[in-house]
């Protein structure tokens, strides 16, 4: 039952959602083609709503109500291992949570692995070796994507009422991978002021010693996740401690892999409330009256 109704939200959230939808500059490779249309479905290998051959990168607005609004920003960076965008469960359903708090979200369609027909099939049934070979050349533009979404939105600041030192960025999986590579190679103007890896692919963006200047880090995962990331994400946590900059970790002891906003009525499900407590305990929030 609980499936039925998470399924029946995707599909309003998909179809009712505002489409304020902000195209991107991107850089030119030649060395990469995307022969395939992006294609938007729902997949029955995941089973949700995908988005799969993103190479032209935008980003699509979901703002709070102008009573509720806080002046925060997040930039949401979906999973899918760089073969798709888990668009809803990681994408949208997150930014309509986020706007109901009174934060203006930003869901980021960066740019992935070129693929046929099904790219989350591809990714099943490709050797790992492979999929990281690909990920690997791809990934460098999906991270500048995430610091051109960030200097845009800074850049935009004042027509959504956000302020300019409140934009923060929050990924799962791969979209944790350019959170991480955003956390590494921001410059002035692109800087993140706070960053929020989920359950990140640390095997695509390995962790290294955080910028002098980091902002707070707010970490998720699951002890079980089956990709083996529990270990990535502590090793993130050290570097940022051992550099004694402003992180937390929460590690749930059950969750998996992918939860997003999908209630499996676990402890996990929480994430999310405690990144918002987390975010207004460091005044990155401000509360609004209700």
């Not at 990469?32 to 032209?56: D, G, H, L, M």
């Not at 102008?66 to 994408?91: D, F, H, M, Q």
């Not at 980021?108 to 099943?124: F, Q, S």
């Not at 939860?259 to 407590?277: A, T, V």
Request: hydrophobic letters at 40%; glycine letters at 8%; one cysteine or more.
């Amino acid at each position: 039952m609980k499936a039925l109704l998470f399924f029946m939200l995707c599909f309003f959230l998909l179809n009712t959602a505002a489409q304020e939808i902000i195209s991107l500059p991107k850089t030119e490779d030649n060395t990469i083609t995307w022969e395939n249309p992006e294609k938007a479905f729902f997949s029955p290998v995941w089973t949700t709503q995908v988005v799969t051959n993103v190479s032209q990168p935008t980003i699509q607005v979901f703002r709070p109500s102008p009573e509720k609004n806080t002046g925060t920003a997040v930039i949401i960076a979906p999973g899918g291992g760089l073969y798709a965008l888990s668009i809803v469960n990681e994408g949208s359903a997150v930014a309509e949570w986020l706007a109901n708090k009174g934060i203006t979200a930003f869901v980021l369609k960066y740019r992935l692995v070129p693929t046929g027909e099904d790219g989350t099939a591809e990714i099943m049934t490709q050797p790992p070796e492979t999929v990281l070979e690909k990920v690997s050349r791809v990934l460098p533009y999906s991270i500048t994507d995430g610091l051109n979404a960030l200097a845009y939105v800074r850049e935009n600041a004042e027509t959504y009422g956000i302020k300019t030192n409140s934009i923060g960025f929050l990924g799962f999986s791969a979209g944790g991978a350019v959170t991480m590579g955003v956390g590494y190679q921001y410059e002035t103007g692109n800087r993140p002021d706070f960053l929020v890896p989920v359950y990140a692919w640390t095997d695509a963006q390995p962790v290294q010693e955080p910028k002098p200047d980091a902002p707070p880090m707010f970490i998720i995962c699951a002890t079980d996740d089956p990709l083996g990331l529990a270990k990535g994400s502590v090793e993130l946590y050290s570097s940022m401690f051992q550099a004694k900059k402003n992180v937390e970790l929460h590690m749930y002891a059950k969750g998996g892999h992918g939860f997003g906003m999908y209630p499996q009525g676990l402890p996990s499900d929480q994430w999310i409330q405690h990144f918002y407590d987390w975010a207004v305990s460091e005044k990155l929030v401000k509360l609004t009256t209700p």
